[in-house]
């Protein structure tokens, strides 16, 4: 199990600068093109502007595609390793987070492949295009908001059961209430500055939590990856120690 723990701590770091990259692209280097967040829902404006950069489409776009398939490795690490705390909730979360993760992923290739189909038949019949996207980009739309409300409530029952945990894993339990609530939240406002802020909460807790499962398993870390135990264990070893020798004395 140590072996999947870090393997799911390196996706889920993994799967933070993938989605990192995907907001980086459609929030900064988008927009500097000459395409804004908002234009990017219009029909004429982004299939005029996806013919013009089709490679960088891809390139950002594989940030989106790539992320949710890496915290899949993520969540079943997690699940896992919070099991034996709480089976019951760990397994809500794990369920929760993969019907998220697959409704990311579905919108994610939807958008690439779906509006990208939709380019060279703009050219011709722009009209038909039209209405082709937004059949398109509301179905990728629809299948974000299930990704987030389903991730959201996932990430909701994980940190409810890593609050109770020591050390690092409190303190991702807190990120993991924090973005959980986000998620949830966008589905109801997907654009604009509740989107970035939501995409930052959501690419911290990736690589955050990833982070946590992966120091576990690192050599001079406590197997359960409690901080506090190691301290408890010092503190009870030296108190021992003090003890033994007043007694010699």
Do not use: C
């Not at 020591?166 to 604009?192: D, K, N």
């Not at 398993?217 to 007043?246: L, N």
């Amino acid at each position: 199990m140590q072996n999947l723990r870090r393997l799911g701590g390196g996706a889920g770091i993994l799967a933070g600068i993938a989605a990192a990259w995907h907001l980086f692209g459609a929030a900064v280097l988008i927009p500097q093109a000459h395409l804004s967040l908002t234009a990017q829902e219009s029909p004429h404006k982004y299939l005029v502007w996806a013919n013009k950069h089709q490679e960088m489409l891809w390139w950002i776009n594989g940030g989106s595609m790539l992320a949710p398939l890496l915290g899949l490795v993520l969540l079943l690490a997690l699940a896992d390793r919070v099991r034996e705390d709480a089976p019951d909730r760990s397994q809500i979360g794990y369920v929760l987070g993969v019907v998220g993760l697959i409704g990311f992923a579905v919108g994610a290739f939807l958008k690439q492949f779906g509006l990208g189909s939709l380019v060279p038949f703009h050219v011709t019949n722009k009209v038909g295009a039209a209405i082709a996207f937004y059949a398109v980009n509301g179905t990728a739309n629809a299948f974000l908001s299930l990704g987030g409300v389903a991730l959201g409530f996932g990430a909701l029952a994980f940190g409810s059961v890593m609050l109770k945990m020591r050390g690092y894993y409190g303190q991702a339990g807190s990120l993991s209430i924090i973005a959980g609530a986000g998620l949830i939240l966008s589905a109801f406002s997907p654009h604009g500055s509740f989107y970035i802020i939501t995409s930052l909460l959501t690419i911290a807790w990736l690589a955050g939590t990833g982070a946590v499962l992966w120091m576990e398993t690192a050599p001079g870390h406590a197997r359960r990856g409690h901080v506090g135990e190691i301290r408890d264990e010092s503190v009870m070893v030296m108190s021992r120690g003090a003890g033994s020798g007043a007694v010699r004395s």
